[in-house]
């Protein structure tokens, strides 16, 4: 399944265990080898929300929380009628998420709304400010004098948006690596590069921890656009547009940011023989 290109391999643990999660997410992530993907989350019960969610990015280490592929939870659990609700809640590493299910004309879920909860500025274990210039109100220098300006934004796991003048001149690869392990960030962290288009659209293009270049990130979409209403780029809402496609933030008065975007499943099989 893909949330705006964001693919993940999804498995439905009460039917099919898996004992070893971040070695098959290996396995199975490699392109030509295995399936190809972004990574591997799973599905299961839980005591505290309808549902539960594990998500191991496809160098095996394990992620808190992703908006994209909190999406596709919703559509998977609602399309294989494993719930009729509308409305549903998730546990989290990153706490209980709320999704809400929009249908398309086929009666399966199209789209989705996700209450990603309070963003956070500072979180120690995160971001390490005194390894960080600060050049102005929520906006850092990270990577020396010659290195990036730019705003950290929790949602639950880390990121550090940066604008620039053309993202898409930006080798984001070399660049994001390097920012990723930066000492700044003790445990990590994507980093997103953004261009602010004549429109108000937030291009961005994401450098995920643990993944590397991804066509989307539904965390990095919200933390992007609260740095642009931080920095006075945007007011309460923004559209996000990354290279699998375009989500819409808002931050609303209860302080919580909502993310609206797509959700599509690619195709649905067996895979009989792991190989690790």
């Known amino acids: 399944m893909h949330g705006a290109g964001n693919d993940y391999i999804y ?61 596709c939870v919703g559509k998977y659990v609602y399309d294989h009628q494993l719930t009729q609700k509308t409305t549903v809640t998730l546990e989290t590493l990153s706490g209980i ?68 003048p053309e993202v898409m001149d930006l080798d984001i690869a070399k660049l994001g690596k390097q920012l990723e392990f930066d000492p700044a960030f003790p445990q990590r962290c994507n980093i997103e590069f953004v261009t602010q288009r004549e429109d108000g659209t937030l291009r961005m293009r994401v450098w995920e921890r643990g993944s590397g270049i991804t066509l989307a990130c539904g965390t990095g979409a919200c933390a992007t656009a609260v740095a642009a209403m931080l920095t006075g780029r945007a007011q309460h809402e923004a559209n996000v547009e990354m290279d699998g496609g375009t989500l819409h933030i808002e931050w609303r008065n209860d302080n919580h940011i909502y993310m609206t975007g797509p959700a599509a499943t690619s195709f649905e099989g067996t895979c009989e023989d792991v190989k690790i």
């Open 97 to 164: 998420k709320t999704i809400q299910l929009h249908l398309g004309a086929d009666g399966k879920v199209a789209s989705a709304t996700v209450d990603m909860g309070e963003p956070q500025l500072e979180v120690a274990s995160q971001f390490a400010q005194h390894n960080a210039i600060p050049v102005g109100e929520h906006v850092y220098r990270v990577g020396g004098t010659d290195g990036f300006e730019g705003t950290f934004v929790s949602m639950g796991n880390p990121h550090f948006v940066v604008f620039v």
């Open 11 to 71: 498995v439905y643990t009460p039917e099919c265990p898996i004992e070893n999660p971040s070695e098959v997410s290996v396995a199975l992530s490699r392109p030509h080898f295995g399936i190809g993907s972004d990574g591997l989350i799973l599905i299961g019960k839980s005591d505290v929300a309808d549902f539960s969610m594990h998500i191991y990015n496809n160098d095996g280490s394990e992620a808190m929380m992703c908006g994209n592929g909190t999406r």
